[in-house]
Nanobody, 127 residues
Framework: QVQLVESGGGSVQTGGSLRLSCAASGLTYNSKCVGWFRQAQGKEREGVAAISTGSGITNYADSVKGRFIISQDKAKNTVYLQMNSLKPEDTAMYHC????????????????????WGQGTQVTVSS
């Protein structure tokens, strides 16, 4: 059974940092597209970052570029999202998602790219 489990969310003040983790079981992150999405209350889910685990190529939404870093630890089968300089508008439930093996990250923010989703971890940034 495939499971993606996010952790690391919490409450921080503006300018603070958090590191989210997405640990996988039942699959490995080899040759997959892994993305982080967020959904704020009353808004649609949006993609914020993605990594092609085979090549290591990363992609960021304009809203987080320069502040967030997506990375992977293959030995731990975990993908991370380092979030720096957090703003109140970053407040949301953050979900990670993974594709099946061999899926290109050509459309990293298209939800149809992904086959597996985690339950999410809440991030709250106060001003």
């Amino acid at each position: 059974q495939v499971q993606l489990v996010e952790s690391g969310g919490g409450s921080v003040q503006t300018g603070g940092s958090l590191r989210l983790s997405c640990a996988a079981s039942g699959l490995t992150y080899n040759s997959k597209c892994v993305g982080w999405f967020r959904q704020a209350q009353g808004k649609e889910r949006e993609g914020v970052a993605a990594i092609s685990t085979g090549s290591g190529i990363t992609n960021y939404a304009d809203s987080v570029k320069g502040r967030f870093i997506i990375s992977q630890d293959k030995a731990k089968n975990t993908v991370y999202l380092q979030m720096n300089s957090l703003k109140p508008e970053d407040t949301a439930m953050y979900h990670c998602a993974a594709s099946r093996a061999g899926t290109w990250c050509s459309r990293p923010y298209f939800e149809g790219t992904y086959n597996y989703w985690g339950q999410g971890t809440q991030v709250t940034v106060s001003s």
